[in-house]
């Protein structure tokens, strides 16, 4: 297997991340796909503590964390000096959590890539704001209790679609990835290396502690997720050409959600509702790919 | 070289002087002049520079401080809203120690809209760990310009050079432009103390437990003390290349006055006029212009005022509550100086309104003819206002 020619490694063991957190595996296999001419921007996310504390870093890259709304400017700013330095061969990453991106740094992110500023946006998606607590946050899926979703005020509203939303900015690539996915994590990750412009990368991370899941279900639920066709792996270029990577047998997405403790609450009627969403966005999906039946 | 120029246009001037390598801004009235010119400056080679034309404020500021977190010399300017915007990361920026320099075009806040001149915005901001300078006329703002890139690298803390929106920002004064080989000697390119370089990987902001924070806050500290004393050298340094000094305060026939007035921005040009015409008909006035605020140059504040009997301080500012904002500065320098001077405050000009030689000298004599300070702060210039019943 590819993955095994990558046999070096950016991060050292001890980060501070939670057993089986999806957002370290998702760290781990791009910076092993990037390789050692990185430089990482961190806006604030679960990965601002994951890295460690002064004066220990998790990470053999250079690393800037930043304030929470900037990961897009930051980025440019970092490119625009390398630029002018003449330095052509240090790529600039971005890594965000769902909050940093969907959210609150979404202006700083449109901003960014309208202007095709030339560095790579990694989204690691945990599905609400993990290191404050499990808030919920415009990427929560429907059905999903969170703190601020609690009892019977589960969210009743869908996940922001934010690949689309950066499709729409015409970017020359923007693509879905899965830790439980790596050899496609990974050849996405260097597909976008190659690549001049904005490029965006929206990777599932599972989270036990938020999801209420045991750790060692983190991977199994994040294949789980690609298997029901609720995270379609797939990549579009120039805003354009889509590609599924991936196309599951019909698993059902009442398997995804028996597993965990967040979805506890729905109901038969609430998961046949949510089987319908799923199947109205994959539809969705394969006209956009030309690929409807 | 001498040329007719307005303010902004003196800014643009020095940070083309300055090679500024990374500029980013997003526009604002009364700021717009600066960025344009910069513009086209990077469009037509005349600076080889990149203009990241951002999409707010926050993000101009915020890809500065990835920029110069880099490694290269930077450069915005904003206004009021723009400034506001940008105060979570101007605490960032200091914080990161990173020397980025900005020009700061002081506009009212809103509501309502107001785009003239009123010192709020910046001031508001003094507890951010940007040094601010004040600015009088168009040469000291090239001047200024100039030298706050050296302040702002020699102890790795950002700069804010500040000037009146329209009085200064669109006013058109001859200003003489350094040789281009004189500002090379005085500016030396940047030489970054740190900066992400993947052949030496660090983290840089990241967290930090109480068993650290506190020292890397006295750092900075310790690092304003140590700009009072830096700004003194290279002013001087300035001064013999380009024969001109401003000081951190400017005091202006302080020496045998009874009563000081002291300014800053360009109110201090009108003033130094009624000055005049005071003195001529022997009032013992003089003038104290505040030029450095943050660090506060409370020493020299305190050299300047020692033997007059009264301050009148003039804030086109109010921190709502507390009066003006150069006041309380003053009250707080001078209240371990044994029988110090009265410090009586005055806010006036507020949101542009002309502060006129006439309300300047209504000032001196409402201070002359009063034994002690009515309040804080006294409103000067203001409108009778009608205020009607409210409608049930």
């Keep these: 297997m590819e993955l095994n020619a990558l046999d070096q490694e950016f991060m050292y063991s001890g980060h501070v991340g939670c057993p089986g957190c999806g957002a370290a595996i998702a760290m781990r296999f791009f910076l092993k796909a990037l390789g050692d001419k990185t430089i990482m921007v961190m806006p604030a996310c679960c990965w601002s503590v994951i890295a460690g504390p002064y004066p220990q870093s998790a990470l053999k890259i250079p690393l800037i964390h930043s304030a929470f709304e900037t990961g897009g400017a930051v980025a440019s700013?970092?490119?625009?000096?390398?630029?002018?330095?003449?330095?052509?061969?240090?790529?600039?990453?971005?890594?965000?959590?769902?909050?940093?991106?969907?959210?609150?740094?979404?202006?700083?992110?449109?901003?960014?890539?309208?202007?095709?500023?030339?560095?790579?946006?990694?989204?690691?998606?945990?599905?609400?704001?993990?290191?404050?607590?499990?808030?919920?946050?415009?990427?929560?899926?429907?059905?999903?209790?969170?703190?601020?979703?609690?009892?019977?005020?589960?969210?009743?509203?869908?996940?922001?679609?934010?690949?689309?939303?950066?499709?729409?900015?015409?970017?020359?690539?923007?693509?879905?990835?899965?830790?439980?996915?790596?050899?496609?994590l990974v050849r996405k990750?260097?597909?976008?290396?190659?690549?001049?412009?904005?490029?965006?990368?929206?990777?599932?991370?599972?989270?036990?502690?938020?999801?209420?899941?045991?750790?060692?279900?983190?991977?199994?639920?994040?294949?789980?997720?690609?298997?029901?066709?609720?995270?379609?792996?797939?990549?579009?270029?120039?805003?354009?050409?889509?590609?599924?990577?991936?196309?599951?047998?019909?698993?059902?997405?009442?398997?995804y959600f028996k597993l965990q403790g967040r979805f506890r609450h729905l109901t038969d009627k609430d998961l046949d509702q949510i089987q319908e969403m799923v199947n109205e966005d994959w539809e969705l999906l394969l006209r956009k790919a030309g690929e409807h039946t | 070289m001498k040329r007719v120029l307005e303010g902004s246009h003196a800014v643009a001037e020095a940070v083309r002087l300055a090679k500024v390598q990374v500029i980013s801004a997003y526009p604002i009235t009364p700021q717009t002049h600066i960025v344009e010119i910069l513009?086209?400056?990077?469009?037509?080679?005349?600076?080889?520079?990149k203009f990241l034309r951002v999409e707010s404020e926050h993000s101009a500021l915020a890809a500065l401080i990835g920029a110069q977190s880099s490694g290269v010399r930077t450069f915005t300017a904003t206004s009021s809203q723009g400034l506001a915007l940008m105060h979570e990361l101007l605490h960032w920026t200091s914080g990161a120690r990173l020397p980025i320099v900005m020009a700061e075009v002081n506009r009212a806040l809103g509501p309502g809209w107001n785009?003239?001149?009123?010192?709020?915005?910046?001031?508001?901001?003094?507890?951010?760990?940007?040094?601010?300078?004040?600015?009088?006329?168009?040469?000291?703002?090239?001047?200024?310009?100039?030298?706050?890139?050296?302040?702002?690298?020699?102890?790795?803390?950002?700069?804010?050079?500040?000037?009146?929106?329209?009085?200064?920002?669109?006013?058109?004064?001859?200003?003489?432009?350094?040789?281009?080989?004189?500002?090379?000697?005085?500016?030396?390119?940047?030489?970054?103390?740190?900066?992400?370089?993947?052949?030496?990987?660090?983290?840089?902001?990241?967290?930090?437990?109480?068993?650290?924070?506190?020292?890397?806050?006295?750092?900075?500290?310790?690092?304003?003390?140590?700009?009072?004393?830096?700004?003194?050298?290279?002013?001087?340094?300035?001064?013999?290349?380009f024969?001109?000094?401003?000081?951190?305060?400017?005091?202006?026939?302080?020496?045998?006055?009874?009563?000081?007035?002291?300014?800053?921005?360009?109110?201090?040009?009108?003033?130094?006029?009624?000055?005049?015409?005071?003195?001529?008909?022997?009032?013992?006035?003089?003038?104290?212009?505040v030029k450095l605020f943050r660090p506060t140059p409370a020493e020299q504040i305190r050299g300047a005022l020692k033997s007059a009997k009264k301050v009148a301080v003039i804030d086109r500012n109010c921190s709502f509550g507390a009066g003006g904002i150069f006041a309380q500065e003053v009250r707080a320098a001078l209240c371990n100086l044994p029988g110090h001077p009265l410090v009586y405050g005055y806010i006036a000009g507020i949101g542009g309104r002309d502060v006129t030689p006439e309300l300047l000298e209504e000032i001196y004599w409402k201070t002359k003819n009063s034994e002690v300070p009515e309040k804080e702060s006294v409103w000067m210039g203001l409108q009778e206002v009608a205020h009607g019943t409210q409608r049930s």
Aim: proline share 4%; with cysteine; hydrophobic share 40%.
């Design chain 1, 77 to 184: 700013g970092v490119r625009a000096a390398l630029d002018m330095k003449g330095d052509k061969e240090t790529t600039v990453v971005t890594w965000a959590g769902d909050g940093g991106t969907f959210d609150i740094g979404f202006q700083a992110l449109s901003g960014a890539v309208e202007r095709n500023e030339n560095f790579i946006y990694v989204c690691y998606d945990n599905e609400a704001y993990m290191n404050t607590g499990i808030q919920r946050s415009s990427s929560t899926p429907y059905g999903a209790w969170t703190t601020t979703t609690p009892g019977a005020d589960w969210k009743k509203l869908r996940k922001k679609n934010i690949v689309e939303a950066l499709v729409a900015h015409r970017i020359p690539y923007a693509a879905t990835a899965n830790i439980a996915f790596p050899e496609d």
């Design chain 1, 189 to 255: 990750a260097q597909k976008a290396k190659a690549i001049k412009g904005s490029r965006f990368i929206h990777v599932y991370a599972s989270c036990p502690t938020g999801w209420r899941i045991p750790s060692e279900m983190s991977i199994k639920i994040a294949r789980m997720a690609v298997q029901t066709n609720i995270f379609p792996l797939y990549e579009v270029e120039d805003g354009l050409r889509y590609t599924i990577n991936y196309k599951p047998k019909e698993y059902l997405v009442r398997e």
């Design chain 2, 39 to 49: 513009s086209d400056y990077c469009s037509t080679g005349k600076l080889n520079a």
């Design chain 2, 115 to 241: 785009i003239w001149t009123d010192q709020t915005d910046s001031l508001a901001q003094r507890d951010t760990g940007w040094i601010q300078l004040y600015c009088e006329d168009g040469q000291e703002v090239l001047d200024t310009t100039l030298q706050a890139y050296r302040l702002a690298e020699e102890v790795n803390l950002p700069v804010m050079v500040v000037l009146d929106a329209f009085f200064l920002s669109h006013t058109y004064e001859p200003v003489d432009i350094p040789d281009e080989k004189d500002v090379d000697r005085f500016l030396p390119p940047f030489a970054p103390k740190f900066q992400l370089d993947t052949a030496n990987p660090c983290s840089f902001g990241q967290l930090v437990t109480p068993a650290f924070y506190m020292e890397m806050r006295h750092d900075i500290d310790r690092a304003m003390d140590m700009a009072l004393v830096r700004f003194g050298e290279i002013e001087e340094e300035y001064a013999r290349i």
């Design chain 2, 243 to 289: 024969k001109r000094r401003y000081g951190a305060v400017e005091a202006i026939q302080c020496i045998d006055a009874d009563i000081i007035l002291l300014t800053s921005g360009t109110v201090t040009s009108t003033c130094r006029l009624v000055l005049k015409a005071l003195r001529d008909r022997g009032e013992k006035v003089g003038i104290l212009k």
